[in-house]
């Protein structure tokens, strides 16, 4: 279905722009009321490191990773909207080291008032992106809501002892990243029409590729932990890898990858309101070089949507690693190093 015949999907949506979670300072204000969980000793990855998914051994060749995500609309075209929220969904599988292998469909659409021809579109967008995964849809659950939703849940296997978190990265260790950032910003521009029809590609595609690829191909090297890079933004989530592995992180902010006219637009004033949660919430967290203003800040906390992995490796297998990412197809980059100095903190260099 082409845009131009299409309604504005981004417009039914009341918050718009980037589908940003619940901010981080919230949901912590909100979990802390929730009752002590069950222990459990097969419960290998659960709350206590914000980390992608969970993580269940159920003997000791198999355990399950689980995780769930949906949002609202952030692009006009119904099958390019299942697209990105099914790479979206299974990218937590592929950052706990795992391969996803069901899913289900989690749907809330305005039946009486859209077509029943949008809601296929975006359920046969997941599905195509579901089959390139090699992911069976096994079921799901619809409800009639007067603003549209949808994502997955997603379960895949990982051997017990080759679990990735987020919290194992090492001093030494060099920090690449596999997309670029700025999509919360460019999302949100969808939603003013501010982009050309070739930059809706763009960060459409970047949305919709999955972190497959990178996923295999990192097996194959010392990786000490890994997250990716969603709604917290790229500093958000390395805050939670560098509390979770009590380091330090250095980011070089000259380094990372940046989706063109990100900053023109932002200065513009498409700044997702989740990018300015996540900046105020690590601002204890993070020391910027003082001639960095305020807008490059921001677009280091972008709220992202179907982000790219963000890998600690060992630092003498680093350039290798990314050697091999880049030779296929990954727009991968070294950003940064972990380091045993500055403990829990981030220097933005």
Known sequence: MENS??????????????????????????????????????????????????????????????????????????????????ANAISDVYAMGGKPLTALNIVAFPISILDKSILSEILRGAGDKLKEANVTLVGGHSIDDNEPKFGLAVTGVVHPDKVRTNAGAKPGDKLILTKPIGVGILTTSIKKDLLTVEEVKRVTAVMATLNKTAAEVMENYDVHATTDVTGFGLLGHSSEMAIGSDVGLTIYSKNVPILPRVRELAEAGSMPGGTKNNYKHIADVVTYPEEMDSIDRHILCDAVTSGGLLISVNGQEAEKLLADLQAKGVEASIIGDVTAENKGKITVL
């Open 5 to 86: 015949n299409a309604i504005k999907l981004t417009s039914l949506s009341s918050k718009g722009g980037c589908g940003c979670k619940i901010g981080p300072a919230d949901l912590a204000q909100v979990l802390r009321n929730l009752p002590t969980p069950i222990a459990d000793p097969n419960l290998l990855v659960g709350l206590d490191t914000s980390d992608d998914a969970g993580v269940y051994k159920l003997n000791d060749d198999i355990a399950l990773v689980q995780t769930l995500d949906f949002f609202t609309p952030i692009v006009d075209d119904p099958y390019d909207f299942g697209q990105v929220a099914a």
